[in-house]
């Protein structure tokens, strides 16, 4: 089993910056590929962006390449999501989700532990 907790979300106008933080706790987390995705209101949940086990793949949805960026911390058993240039359309829900797998997917099915989320609000 894998806990995670997602933080660093709030409210940030246009233009703005935030870092989201999992922390990932029970198994093996450095074997795991992690994930990112977003839900807003009346939408489905959308990829946002995914990390290797090692760090060393990344894959980022055409709508934030560019402006964020997906790191891990081993050490820390953290994934973070470093967020700039921020547009009202990032408005969501930001959900942290590990698969048992080493490797990146955008397909949230393949995602077998997921965090609670954290709110991320652009105000234009």
């Known amino acids: 089993q894998v806990q995670l907790v997602e933080s660093g979300g709030g409210l940030v106008q246009a233009g703005g910056s935030l870092r989201l933080s999992c922390a990932a706790s029970?198994?093996?987390?450095?074997?795991?590929?992690m994930g990112w995705f977003r839900q807003a209101p009346g939408k489905e949940r959308e990829f946002v962006s995914a990390?290797?086990?090692?760090?060393?793949?990344?894959y980022y949805a055409d709508s934030v390449k560019g402006r964020f960026t997906i790191s891990r911390s081993t050490a820390k058993n953290t994934v973070y999501l470093q967020m700039i240039s921020l547009k009202p359309e990032d408005t969501a829900v930001y959900y942290c989700?590990?698969?048992?797998?080493?490797?990146?997917?955008?397909?949230?099915?393949?995602?077998?532990?997921w965090g609670q989320g954290t709110q991320v609000t652009v105000s234009s």
């Open positions: 990390i290797s086990w090692s760090g060393l793949s990344t």
């Open positions: 029970g198994r093996t987390f450095s074997n795991y590929a």
């Open positions: 989700a590990a698969r048992t797998a080493p490797f990146v997917s955008n397909v949230y099915t393949d995602y077998a532990y």
